[in-house]
């Protein structure tokens, strides 16, 4: 796993409701878990530090990296959209993003088309983009933080024919492979389900053990943000297995949450000098869960 993608993961799911900030110490003995090194966890904080992040800051003789006000937004996205068990009712509104850049600035163009993604959009053609939720605040951050309003073009519109919407979602999405992926996270994942299930309640299983398959299952459950566009339930076919993935997702992480957490604070605690936050274990009072 990617040491990068695992910190971003780690402050998603821990670090975030602890003030955001965390000793370098923590953060390398945390994901020593998973097999990574000192010079690994360094090199990649650096790097997300440079990316604007994470910012780091000392206390003494300790270097601590919270995150920065666009690392918090990104990290509450995409808690929220994880967390979230049901699709959003549908408005019967398209939402169609327009660009012409020019190839002066095709690293901007390559960075859009990635922030485009993550948002939900998916492409019907080349340079347009369409969703059907509502990300008009999304699309304004975009345009402003790249500086391309001169490029761009965007519409609220009804669909009119001469298909139907859902010709709209398969020519912009392979839902097919979607499916396919949520299929083989819920046949790896119902079974350890089961496993680890058991194992906590006979006192099998430690808390680090537990924190470890929390932090994977949400890894793991976290790539869906990059491939599934959150689709309305209208517009979704009749066999859509991501419902059935998020409810499996919240049953586990529920299961593991209150040892992983126990682990985490122990590792957190013992080199913070910084207060933290209430946290509450039950996934279904979860902060960001969004029936």
Not at 6 to 23: A, E, N
Not at 173 to 180: G, Q, T, V, Y
Not at 250 to 261: D, G, M, R
Request: net charge negative; glycine share 6%.
């Amino acid at each position: 796993m990617n040491t990068r993608s695992m910190i971003f993961t780690l402050y998603g799911d821990y670090i975030s409701h602890y003030g955001s900030k965390i000793w370098i110490g923590s953060l390398i003995r945390l994901l020593s878990e998973f097999g990574h090194n000192d010079q690994s966890v360094r090199a990649a904080i650096s790097r997300m530090n440079k990316q604007g992040w994470v910012q780091s800051d000392k206390i003494g003789n300790k270097s601590y990296y919270s995150l920065t006000n666009r690392g918090q937004k990104r990290i509450d996205e995409a808690a929220k959209r994880i967390f979230k068990l049901m699709p959003e009712k549908w408005d019967g509104q398209w939402r169609i993003f327009m660009y012409t850049i020019p190839e002066e600035i095709r690293t901007v163009r390559d960075e859009l088309r990635k922030e485009l993604v993550w948002s939900g959009f998916g492409s019907l053609s080349n340079s347009c983009w369409i969703s059907a939720n509502n990300l008009e605040k999304q699309v304004n951050e975009i345009i402003d933080k790249y500086d391309i309003s001169q490029y761009v073009d965007f519409f609220i519109a009804k669909y009119e024919g001469p298909h139907d919407n859902f010709r709209l979602v398969e020519k912009s999405w392979n839902l097919e492979d979607i499916n396919s992926k949520y299929q083989l996270f819920i046949s790896e994942y119902s079974q350890k389900y089961i496993i680890d299930k058991n194992k906590i309640q006979k006192g099998q299983m430690s808390d680090a053990e537990c924190f470890v398959e929390r932090t994977k299952l949400v890894h793991e459950y976290r790539k869906f943000l990059f491939v599934d566009p959150g689709l309305p339930e209208e517009l979704l076919p009749h066999k859509w297995l991501g419902n059935h993935a998020a409810s499996l997702f919240s049953e586990y992480y529920k299961e593991l949450a209150k040892p992983a957490s126990r682990f985490f604070e122990t590792v957190f605690i013992e080199g913070n000098e910084i207060e933290h936050k209430d946290v509450n274990y039950d996934v279904l009072d979860h902060p960001y869960i969004v029936e």
